[in-house]
């Protein structure tokens, strides 16, 4: 998750990047999840990144949602280098208009 946020009927919108196995075009585009990072915080062994330069907006009561595992909503922390990596990649995207939302609070998944 990068952000969240409260929209006008008081519900939690969360603002969150995917994390995903295939290599980016552009190393702009993601940020590598450490190999130890990773495992610690239950991923696969495959190489995985966080994309930069795409965010989806969901509703935290989205059926989408669902525990990483029994009882547990998270997969862990993130390590802050790692933290501050994927913030400055994803803010970096911003300003150069590299940054694509996309809108999932809606049933028809609309993209901005």
């Not at 995985?48 to 547990?72: C, F, H, L, M």
Request: glycine letters at 6%; hydrophobic letters at 35%.
């Amino acid at each position: 998750m990068v952000a969240s946020r409260v929209d006008e009927a008081g519900g939690r919108i969360l603002l969150v990047c995917a994390v995903t196995h295939s290599p980016p075009t552009r190393d702009s585009d993601s940020i590598a999840i450490p190999t130890r990072v990773a495992a610690a915080m239950g991923l696969d062994d495959r190489p995985s990144w966080i994309r930069t330069t795409e965010y989806n907006e969901v509703r935290w009561n989205d059926p989408g949602i669902r525990p990483a595992r029994k009882g547990q909503w998270e997969y862990g922390r993130m390590p802050e280098a790692l933290y501050q990596a994927m913030r400055n990649s994803f803010l970096d995207n911003h300003q150069r208009k590299a940054l694509r939302r996309v809108d999932r609070t809606v049933e028809s998944g609309d993209e901005t």
